[in-house]
């Protein structure tokens, strides 16, 4: 790559955060125990964080995709994840493999526990079944680590 003086910093910018990447092995598995390199604040614990983001249901004759997604939280993310989870509305754009560009209603559902392998048995569980349940191509999943306090 060969950069301007002027734009230097820049373009040197994605080769730093690729070389950091490489020294820290990049990505945490879910399931791996180490869950950062910073130390968590006293009073603080470390815990996996999953986003699932996913689109609205649509409505039909029987229910309205409220009633729809208020259904599938309770059938099949709460008897998983009875500690608590988070959901947010949004909206969102995706191009779908025939290359039209999709835009709807989306959610994104937060969920911070201890991670293990069966926590992300569970996980995968409720991703397959809202693509099951709502007939979707994919449900996008992101993994992260924080610090926790109640």
Not at 78 to 100: H, I
């Amino acid at each position: 790559m060969i950069c301007a003086s002027d734009e230097r910093r820049q373009c040197f910018a994605p080769l730093v955060l690729l070389l950091l990447l490489s020294v820290s092995g990049g990505c945490a598995s879910p399931g791996n125990s180490q869950m950062s390199l910073q130390e968590c604040r006293v009073g603080s614990r470390p815990m996996a964080r999953v986003e699932l983001l996913f689109s609205h249901p649509e409505s039909t004759a029987a229910q309205t995709g409220e009633e729809m997604l208020a259904g599938f939280l309770e059938r099949e993310v709460t008897p998983r994840f009875p500690e608590g989870f988070t959901l947010v509305d949004g909206k969102g754009q995706w191009r779908a493999p025939s290359g039209k560009i999709e835009k709807s209603a989306s959610h994104v559902l937060v969920i911070w526990y201890p991670p293990s392998a069966e926590a992300d048995s569970r996980i995968e569980a409720i991703r397959d079944a809202y693509k099951r349940r709502f007939a979707q191509i994919s449900v996008m999943r992101v993994d992260g680590h924080d610090c926790v306090s109640f």
